[in-house]
């Protein structure tokens, strides 16, 4: 989907439309424009926080997600901030996938805004099928997506972005000298930043420059796993097959804080901001129809250091109390030696629900 979250804003917002918008962190207040849309300029913003996504027109001024909204402001400082709204957006990626699902049932779900489908069965020639789709999606949700049809996961997922918004590209083994190979190595998904920097030390920059390294020089800088999957890449080969499995393996909910916290001094809202944390799991967990064995915690220091721990229960739970006391039992295994900007909780090894057990107590008091 293209911008999604964005999108679906101008979809319940018609009148912002043409207006820079940027989506991520919290309900303004005080601003002119908070009491109607809960939304303020990026100038304004001074808490913490990420671009969730963004419209295209700010895009092009190098706003991009992940970026932190301090430094956005700097690119865009006009552009309109607006809070995430995520009933609204599980509400278009249902509608979406359920309009998917009227023209094919080989889907991979890969998360609120985006799939993998599998053609190979179909009859009809693949821009006419890619057409389809994309009328049908548009015609469920009023939204557009770019579709990206290649041989295997890779080039599709490739060939999705080379035409947003609205796009419907086809992108064959043939193509990759010509389409591929000019195009940055971060296009391959699972090329981050650092892969990024160690290929450029490398003197590799382009799929191009990839696909004519040598085997020997990739397989010593990255081992032979990695070294042979980024020649596969390079070369367009990929031979994951679709996973139509929708079962999740683990559940979580974090929030990064407006401002560093203090273990020991902050202990009222940390302890209250892990409980909301572990209620709004439990509730997803129930939803879903789950409970689970494994349950962590993550934290982000003031100095971007992240650390996690696991306690793993007799039984599984669903109970928001029992995953608050395991979370609780981990926090037993960090050092707090600074301050605090992120709090998660994790529940994995999941399993359908079956009936509470409450196996788990604490043991002796945290900080918070």
């Not at 450029?200 to 032979?224: K, M, W």
Request: hydrophobic content about 40%; glycine content about 8%; some cysteine.
């Amino acid at each position: 989907m293209d911008a999604f979250y964005a999108s679906v804003e101008l979809l319940r917002h018609p009148e912002l439309k043409g207006v820079p918008l940027v989506i991520g962190g919290r309900r303004a207040e005080g601003s002119a424009l908070a009491p109607h849309f809960g939304a303020l300029r990026l100038r304004e913003y001074l808490g913490r926080g990420v671009v969730t996504t963004c419209t295209y027109e700010v895009r092009a001024l190098g706003v991009h997600s992940g970026m932190g909204l301090m430094k956005a402001a700097r690119y865009a400082p006009e552009a309109l901030l607006l809070p995430p709204s995520f009933e609204a957006y599980r509400h278009y990626s249902r509608l979406f996938k359920e309009a998917v699902a009227t023209v094919t049932q080989a889907i991979e779900d890969r998360g609120i805004d985006e799939i993998y489908l599998e053609f190979s069965d179909s009859d009809g020639e693949a821009r006419v099928l890619g057409q389809r789709l994309k009328n049908t999606v548009k015609d469920a949700t009023g939204l557009s997506c770019s579709l990206g049809i290649g041989p295997n996961k890779l080039l599709a997922k490739i060939a999705s972005d080379l035409e947003k918004p609205d796009g419907l590209t086809v992108l064959a083994l043939a193509d990759v000298p010509d389409r591929l190979w000019p195009l940055p190595v971060g296009k391959i998904n699972g090329v981050g930043p650092k892969v990024q920097a160690r290929l450029a030390a490398l003197g590799i920059v382009t799929i191009g420059d990839l696909a004519h390294a040598r085997g020997d020089l990739l397989e010593t800088t990255f081992g032979p796993r990695v070294g042979q999957w980024l020649a596969d890449c390079a070369q367009g080969r990929d031979d994951r097959p679709l996973s139509t499995d929708t079962e999740p393996k683990s559940l979580s909910r974090e929030t990064t804080f407006e401002q560093d916290l203090d273990a020991r001094r902050d202990r009222p809202a940390l302890s209250q901001i892990l409980a909301t944390l572990c209620d709004r799991l439990a509730a997803d967990l129930i939803q879903k129809g789950h409970k689970g064995r494994t349950i962590g915690i993550k934290l982000r220091y003031a100095d971007f250091r992240t650390v996690t721990r696991d306690h793993t229960l007799a039984q599984p739970t669903a109970d928001a109390a029992l995953i608050k006391a395991a979370a609780r039992d981990c926090l037993k295994r960090v050092p707090f030696n600074q301050k605090l900007r992120l709090l998660g909780v994790r529940v994995g090894t999941l399993c359908p629900a079956n009936p509470e057990s409450r196996a788990f107590s604490p043991q002796r008091e945290l900080p918070f």
